[in-house]
C-alpha cells in the first residue's frame, strides 16, 4: 500500500510540477461549518451575478480578468417527473446557494481552480458533512468570456461559440484527492470543465471524531452513499446552469468506491449523459460473499435464514447493477482491470452485462497496478468525455 501511495503521488508531483504552483496542496481542515450568512446574503441568481465587479479581481499575464470569487443561488429542478427513479433517490425543487473562490491561476497549464461549497440536500448529524466541499478546474481560455456591461453593476458570462463539455468527478476510498486532482487537471487542460465533488463523510466533511462513510453500520453507509448521490444529483445541475458549460454534454467519472457511486448518480440524474467507471461492478454480494474481507459484513448475516438473498435485498438501493436498465440510457464507459483483487472481474463483467455492454476496456494489472496504465487511461477518458455522444453514436 505504502509503495503504491507513493507511486501515486510521484505521478501527481510530475503532473502538477510544471504548473508553477506556488504552494503545495494542503489537505483541507476537518468539520469547517457552514457559513450561512455567505449563503443568505448573496442575491445573485443563475447567469447573472450582480455587484461582483470585485476590486480583489486580478488580471493575468496576457491581461485577462481572473474572477477571484463569486457567491449566488440557483433553483433546483428535477428535469424529469422522476418516475422512474427510487423514492430513495428523489429531489424536489428548492433553492440552492453556493460560493466559489479561486484556489490556484495554474499559469502554465493555463488552468484555473476554484474552491466550491453549496449545502448538501441532506441533513446529517453532523453539521461539517452538511457542506459539499468541491474544486472545480477551468480552462482559462473560458475566462476571456466574462465582460461587463455598461453600468458596471451586473456582469455576465456569455458562452463561447461551442460550450465546453464538464465531468464532476468521485475519489477512490482512500480519501487522498491526489488522483482526483490530476483528473481535474487533465480534463482542463484538455478544455473539458472537471468538477471535483467530496464524498459524504469525506475531506473536510468527516468529522473529526466521527465515522467514515462505510463502516459495518449498514444504515450509517446506505445514509451517507444515498447522501452523495443527491450531492452529485445537485452538482450536474449546478454545471449545467454555469456559464460557458454545455448542458448537453455533462458527465461523471469514478474510480473504485467513487465508480458505485457515480453508477448511481448517472441512474438518478437524467442531466448526466456520459458515465466513465473505472474498477467498478456491481452485483455486489454474489461478488463478495466469499471475498476475505467480508467477513466482517457476513457475520451480521450469520444468524439470519437465506443471509445471502437477505443480504442482496438489503444492499440493493446501493448497488449500481439494481439501476441497470437506467444506466442503459446513458453513455458509458467501463475500465477494469482483469486481475483485480479488490473489486472482482465477475463484478465488472456483471455489471457490462447488466448495462447493454457498451464500451469496456480491460487492462491486465490488479487494483492498484492500475496506476501504471494512467497514460493510456487518460487519453481514452479525454476522448470520451470530449466526443459528443452524436459523434460517438456515428463511430459505433
Given amino acids: 500500500m505504502l509503495k503504491f501511495r507513493f507511486l501515486i503521488l510521484l ?22 461549518s457552514v457559513n450561512k450568512s455567505a449563503y443568505n446574503e448573496s442575491q445573485s441568481v443563475s447567469l447573472e451575478w450582480k455587484s461582483e465587479n470585485d476590486p480583489l479581481d486580478s488580471q493575468d499575464q496576457e491581461g485577462q480578468r481572473i474572477i477571484q470569487k463569486r ?20 429531489l424536489q425543487k428548492h433553492e440552492v446557494p453556493w460560493k466559489m473562490q479561486l484556489k490556484y491561476d495554474l499559469a502554465y497549464s493555463k488552468v484555473l ?18 457542506t459539499v466541499h468541491a474544486e472545480l478546474y477551468l480552462p482559462k481560455s473560458l475566462r476571456t468570456n466574462w465582460e461587463i456591461d455598461k453600468q458596471g453593476s451586473s456582469e455576465k458570462r456569455f458562452p463561447a461559440d461551442e460550450p465546453i463539455p464538464a465531468v464532476i468527478i468521485l475519489d477512490v476510498l482512500a480519501g487522498e484527492p491526489i488522483l482526483s ?8 487542460e484538455n478544455g473539458i470543465a472537471g468538477l471535483f465533488v467530496q464524498m459524504a463523510y469525506y475531506g473536510p466533511r468527516r468529522p473529526a471524531n466521527g465515522p467514515k462513510l462505510l463502516t459495518t453500520d449498514l444504515e450509517h ?10 450531492d452529485c444529483r445537485i452538482a450536474a445541475a449546478w454545471l449545467e446552469q454555469f456559464p460557458g458549460i454545455n448542458k448537453k454534454r455533462i458527465g461523471m467519472i469514478g474510480t473504485s468506491l467513487g465508480s458505485f457511486m457515480t453508477g448511481i448518480t448517472g441512474a438518478m440524474e437524467p442531466r448526466l449523459n456520459k458515465i466513465a467507471l473505472l474498477l467498478s461492478g456491481g452485483g455486489l454480494i454474489d461478488a463478495y460473499w466469499d471475498h476475505p474481507k467480508a467477513k466482517p459484513f457476513r457475520k451480521l448475516f450469520s444468524q439470519i435464514p437465506y443471509a445471502k438473498d437477505y443480504a442482496k435485498t438489503i444492499l440493493a438501493p446501493v448497488d449500481p447493477i439494481t439501476y441497470a436498465p437506467l444506466l442503459k440510457q446513458r453513455s458509458i464507459l467501463m475500465i477494469a482491470a482483469s486481475e483485480d483483487e479488490v473489486v472482482p472481474p465477475r463484478a465488472a463483467k456483471a455489471l457490462w452485462n447488466q448495462t447493454g455492454k457498451q464500451q469496456i476496456i480491460w487492462i491486465k494489472t490488479t487494483h492498484a497496478g492500475a496506476v501504471f496504465y494512467f497514460p493510456q487511461i487518460s487519453h481514452q477518458l479525454s476522448q470520451f468525455f470530449g466526443e459528443s455522444v452524436e459523434g460517438q453514436q456515428s463511430k459505433n
Fill in 221 to 230: 453507509t446506505k445514509a451517507g452513499i444515498r447522501q452523495t448521490v443527491l
Fill in 11 to 32: 505521478f501527481a508531483i510530475i503532473s502538477l510540477s510544471y504548473s508553477h504552483m506556488l504552494g503545495k496542496i494542503e489537505p483541507s481542515s476537518r468539520c469547517q
Fill in 113 to 130: 481552480v476554484y474552491d466550491v461549497q453549496f449545502p448538501s440536500p441532506v441533513k446529517s448529524k453532523y453539521e461539517c458533512n452538511n
Fill in 181 to 188: 486532482r490530476t483528473l481535474g487537471l487533465m480534463f482542463a
Fill in 71 to 90: 457567491e449566488g443561488k440557483f433553483i433546483y429542478q428535477p428535469i424529469s417527473d422522476q418516475k422512474g427513479i427510487p423514492e430513495w433517490y428523489h
